[in-house]
């Protein structure tokens, strides 16, 4: 592969990485995985996001993850709206609605989500949505506070739903869940959504792909991106270089990145 693939949505700031960061990062460097969108989780991890983003050239966004509902406070929403004027992320993110565990409070999340879909606006930038059993809750959000756009990130919904994102701006993250042959529904809308809507992500540390399958789930990593865009290539038909190419373009474009995106950036520090 001559670019750089983007992995459009992994957690290279999650714990469960730190251990050995750099190896992972090296390793996803040498199969061609060189840039990465990193959205935060919550307040407490802004800082630690962007100095990993500062250090191997990722691209960060900020924002409160609807998992971690009961450690935001009122006054997170501040910090992260002084976050957005002060550091110039591509995206607010990882923000959304999560109607799969039970135990989050649901108006909660919505409260949450509405107030940092209006910073979006504020600050005009695009977002990184999280939707687990809430598509059509998070669409209903995104029609009343219409967004540029962004990136619907892990989708899981119908082509109905698929469509009404891409008519409100956005594009589809596909990763590890269309590698496992059982994901029906997946693989027929990746194989069959215009290539434009479709951008590829890993999600590591979770979502392993078929071939990490556990019990107990492997942690999953960027370096398994190009196997994974080579399962898009065959269910599409197309050849890796081009998915890649066309999720590379999706991704700059729906997050506004210089569209001849370099292999590593100034800010990259790696040897240094
Ligand atoms: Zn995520």
């Known amino acids: 592969m001559t670019a750089a693939l983007i992995d459009s ?36 991890t802004f800082a630690g996001t962007r100095d990993m983003a500062r250090r191997f050239g990722a691209w960060p966004a900020y924002g409160l993850h609807p998992l971690y509902e009961a450690e935001h406070r009122a006054e997170h929403l501040d910090e992260l709206a002084r976050w957005l004027r002060d550091e110039s992320p591509v995206a607010v993110g990882e923000i959304g609605l999560d109607g799969f565990v039970a135990t989050l409070d649901m108006q909660r999340q919505i409260d949450f989500f509405e107030v940092q879909l209006k910073l979006a606006r504020d600050f005009d930038l695009p977002v990184i949505v999280h939707i687990r059993r809430s598509q059509d809750l998070v669409l209903k959000y995104l029609r009343k506070w219409r ?22 701006g956005f594009v589809l993250g596909f990763g590890g869940a269309m590698t496992y042959s059982g994901s029906q529904r997946i693989r027929r809308l990746a194989a069959e959504l215009p290539m434009e809507a479709i951008v590829l992500e890993t999600d590591a540390p979770d979502i392993a792909p078929a071939w990490l399958a556990g019990p107990p789930p492997a942690r999953n990593e960027p370096a398994e991106l190009p196997r994974i865009a ?35 950036p100034h800010t990259c520090d790696a040897g240094s």
């Not at 251990?19 to 959205?39: H, I, N, T, Y």
């Not at 962004?150 to 994102?165: L, P, T, V």
């Not at 399962?231 to 890796?240: C, I």
């Not at 999720?247 to 700059?252: G, H, K, L, Q, Y």
């Open 230 to 264: 080579a399962v898009l290539a065959e269910l599409r038909g197309m050849t890796l270089a081009e998915v890649a190419a066309a999720s590379n373009a999706n991704v700059a474009r729906v997050l506004r990145l210089p569209q001849d995106v370099p292999d590593c």
């Open 147 to 168: 967004v540029q756009g962004g990136i619907a990130h892990a989708f899981n919904g119908s082509r109905q739903q698929a469509d009404e994102f891409v008519r409100l």
């Open 9 to 44: 949505h992994c957690h290279l700031d999650a714990p469960e990485l730190a251990g050995d960061l750099e190896q992972l990062v090296a390793r996803s460097r040498a199969v061609g995985v060189g840039r990465w969108v990193v959205p935060a989780v919550s307040a407490a």
